[in-house]
């Protein structure tokens, strides 16, 4: 069975760095493309970037270029979304998806990750 | 980017209707055209990709279609269960980019 397990929740300070994880198991993790998108109240779904962790090729959305860097180990089917300084504006739930091989669409999805920034 | 305007933003309907909602790409995507339906509280549920395959799992009275610029997914009789919002999201071209969804509400 497919499945992506992402770390707990989280509250930080603005400034302060994060990283959250994504763990993938049931599927040949180097193989496919695996993204991340964020959910806010106000925008709605957003997509942030995609890493491919067999070569760990990597394209971001210029919204999020600069903003967060995505990255993955393939050893341990990991993939993970980091940001060096949080600012209250990323308070979010951010989800990892693979992508489907074929289509492209994002079949699996992570369970999310509730990151609030909040002096 | 590929901008994705949804069409109605909110939609209110009854058990039984059947409703359409519309996705216009700013160009063409082929048929790279996927809609997700979420929940609040759950992860994106994956129903059609390519414009109108029915993901495993999905009930029939969910279908898709569409090409170019234009496409739709149409619930023939909704259930309460379908109450829900909405997105279609363009895999064609990096950024993919989702439309800025639908909220289906019960009347």
């Known amino acids: 069975e497919v499945q992506l397990v992402q770390s707990g929740a989280e509250v930080k300070k603005p400034g302060e760095s994060l990283k959250i994880s994504c763990q993938g198991s049931g599927y040949t993790f180097s193989a496919y493309w695996l993204g991340w998108v964020r959910q806010t109240p106000g925008k709605g779904l957003e997509w942030m970037g995609i890493i491919y962790p067999g070569d760990s090729d990597t394209r971001y959305s210029p919204s999020f270029q600069g903003q967060v860097t995505i990255s993955a180990d393939k050893s341990i089917s990991t993939a993970y979304l980091q940001w060096s300084s949080l600012k209250a504006s990323d308070t979010a739930i951010y989800y990892c998806?693979?992508?489907?091989?074929?289509?492209?669409?994002?079949?699996?999805w992570g369970q999310g990750t509730l990151v609030t920034v909040s002096s | 980017d590929i901008q994705l305007t949804q069409s109605p933003s909110f939609l209110s309907a009854s058990v039984g209707d059947r409703v359409t909602i519309t996705c216009r790409a700013s160009q063409g995507t082929s048929s790279y055209l996927a809609w997700y339906q979420l929940k609040p509280g759950k992860a994106p549920n994956l129903l059609i990709y390519a414009t109108s395959t029915l993901q495993s799992g999905v009930p029939s009275r969910f279908s898709g279609s569409g090409s170019g610029t234009e496409f739709t997914l149409t619930i023939s009789t909704l259930q309460p269960e379908d109450f829900a919002t909405y997105y279609c999201q363009q895999v064609n071209s990096y950024p993919y980019t989702f439309g800025q969804g639908t909220k289906l509400e019960i009347k």
């Open positions: 998806a693979r992508r489907h091989g074929s289509s492209w669409s994002y079949d699996y």
